[in-house]
Every structure is written in structure tokens, then in C-alpha cells.
């Protein structure tokens, strides 16, 4: 999996960079087919100084996206990630679906 982490608005920490890296890692365990994930914070300061992790996960077919927004980068990219992690198993539960009906046509026409 190809992961990359952009920053918008300022110049990310490289302790920062590396745990949106760590973060994303986290995907292997629930869908091995994350072909390559992007990972965007932004940071705004006429909303409160807000701090948003915006993540994008590309799998075969289909972009999977979250975004979060806290007052502390750490929160707003682990927010993020357990959004995708829930969009990532409902995923891969319709793939299962899929595989069992053409399964059952399989076993139906032999």
C-alpha cells in the first residue's frame, strides 16, 4: 500500500507524518486490497484554529473518504481512520455477498 501525507496551510512535523503513516497501517488488517491511501491535513485558523485529517483510501473499483475535524491533529487522524475502517469492513462484506451468489449460480447450473 502506497501511503501519502500531504499538508495544507503549514508544514507538518515529521513525528506527525509518521504517525498518520502508523495510522493508516491499521487498514492491512481489516482489507488487505488498500491499493493506496492519502492522507490531507489542513489547518484553519478563521474556524477556531481547527486542525481536519481528511483520509482517502483507494480499493479496487472505489475510493473510500473520511474526514475529521478537532482541535488536535492526533484526534482528527484517528477519527478518520476508524471512519474508514467501518466503511472498509461494509466493503468488504459486499464483496463477500457478491462471492456467495455467484457461488450459489455456480453450484445451480452444475
Known amino acids: 500500500m502506497t501511503t501519502i501525507v ?3 496551510h503549514f508544514k507538518a512535523h515529521p513525528s506527525l507524518v509518521t504517525y498518520a503513516e502508523e495510522a493508516v497501517e491499521k487498514f ?16 484553519e485558523k478563521s474556524r477556531k484554529s481547527l486542525k481536519i485529517a481528511e483520509v482517502i ?16 491533529f492526533e484526534k482528527s487522524i484517528d477519527g478518520a481512520v476508524e471512519k474508514i475502517i467501518v466503511q472498509l469492513k461494509k466493503y468488504k462484506a459486499k464483496l463477500r455477498a457478491k462471492d456467495r451468489q455467484k457461488v450459489r449460480i455456480v453450484r445451480e447450473k452444475a
Do not use: H
Open 6 to 8: 500531504t499538508s495544507r
Open 28 to 43: 492491512g488488517r481489516y482489507y488487505d486490497g488498500v491499493i493506496r491511501c492519502e492522507v490531507i491535513l489542513r489547518f
Open 57 to 72: 483510501a483507494s480499493v479496487y473499483r472505489s475510493r473510500l473518504k473520511a474526514e475529521e475535524q478537532t482541535e488536535d
